[in-house]
């Protein structure tokens, strides 16, 4: 005879998000909708009246075209100033040879210059795998945060031009310090962290780094530590990465009572033991949660009431009092998208050496739900929380670079360590 079990399962709700600082009724569930009736949720205390941008594209491409529909509008899409209020100066434009010394050289010359965007055309008779890494290299590494556009895209017809500058004017605004939109929730004194690695290309050399968050999504800050040879010296890292990642974040604002870490990758114990010391040695009393968000479960979720037996997104299962299944991108009511596959799960575990009482374990998956509504990448963005995402974005431009060194550059830059710049 076959035994079975129950498992409890709820559905959390989609959360709303506040498009203004200082207005709490400045609320919509629709990204599109919120950002076009109320503004980005910074824009009265957003530094910058005006932003300095640059173009640099083929000789071929209709550039002109590009910036004014960038600048004031296409379609449905109202233009950049209407949108983050904000004065986007029309961008300065370099034109180049279809090869890669040509493309070399422009860079260099416009990284010297104070632009605070830099977006670059690329021609598809430029080997991309050589032109990517120079193009991230050489703006970055100045401390110039860019957007890589195919040509194809920038020449692309109206009807499809407008979704596209939407999506690049709303990674424009947050790759330059802005917050298009946050969680509508209760203020509380906690941050996010969200922990993960990469290797280089020789699969030797190990970058550890960490992205900050308020409770409700607003990014703070992304910290790094210079690239390691051996686990043994990663691990003895990471205490010194997460100690003075959270003393930056109390020079920015005010200090924590408890922090929740996201790990992405799988731990072992001198990483739990290291975030503990650094917590140790900022001598307050803070509580933690460690939290390990597991993307390649061997757990599936069906729905067996729909024909798609894909869930509705949202749901939660709950395995134990520290264990949870969550379902972040699955079927939602109301939309029509039969065809999105099975999704996988994201098997959430809080880690017993957690001093934060395992009964918020509840609200913190709700929480992870919650941050997969705040990338900026693009308003039809995956719904995958912010932790896991900003670092897999980070991993995957750290494993392109042709050398380690490069990354070196990226990282001592203090210019992008409040922006998202790896969007």
Known sequence: MKSTFSLYASLLENPFLRFNYALQTAVSQSTYAGISRFGPYDKDIFPKKEI?????????????????????????????????????????????????????TTLNNVARQD??????????????????????????????????IRSEKASAPNDQLQWILANIALST???????????????????????????????????????????????????????????EEYEEGIENLVCEAISEYGRKEENPTSLVFHFHKRTGAKEIDAVKNAIESLGADIKF?????NTYSSYRVFDESDFTYVPLSGLMVRLSSRQALLVTDGRKAFVKRPFI??????????????????????????????????NWRGFNARTIPVTINYPYLIARLVSGLESIKEWNSIVTNGKLIDKAWFL
């Open 52 to 104: 300095k941008i640059a173009a640099i594209s083929p000789f071929n491409t209709d550039m002109d075209k590009f910036i004014q529909a960038f600048v004031e509008g296409i379609g449905s899409y109202p233009g950049f100033r209407m949108w983050f209020r904000v004065d986007a100066r029309k961008p300065a434009t370099f034109s180049v040879e279809p090869n890669l010394d040509s493309y070399k």
């Open 341 to 374: 596959g099975t999704p996988g799960v994201l098997e959430i575990t809080m880690d017993k050496e957690s001093t934060l009482d395992f009964r918020e374990f509840p609200r913190l998956v709700e929480q992870i739900y919650y941050f997969s509504y705040v």
């Open 115 to 148: 632009y605070d965007m830099v977006y670059v055309i690329i021609d598809d008779r430029v080997e991309s795998t050589l032109l990517y890494p120079l193009i991230k290299t050489t703006l970055l590494g100045n401390g110039v945060p860019c957007q890589v």
């Open 289 to 293: 949660a460690l939290l390990h968000l």
């Open 173 to 231: 605004y947050a790759k330059v310090g802005g917050t298009p939109w946050v969680i509508a929730a209760r203020d509380r004194p906690e941050i996010v962290l969200g922990m993960s690695r990469a290797l280089d290309r020789t699969k030797k050399v190990i970058v550890g780094f960490t992205t900050i968050f308020k409770h409700n999504g607003d990014f703070i800050l992304s910290y790094s530590k210079s690239p390691v040879t051996t686990w």
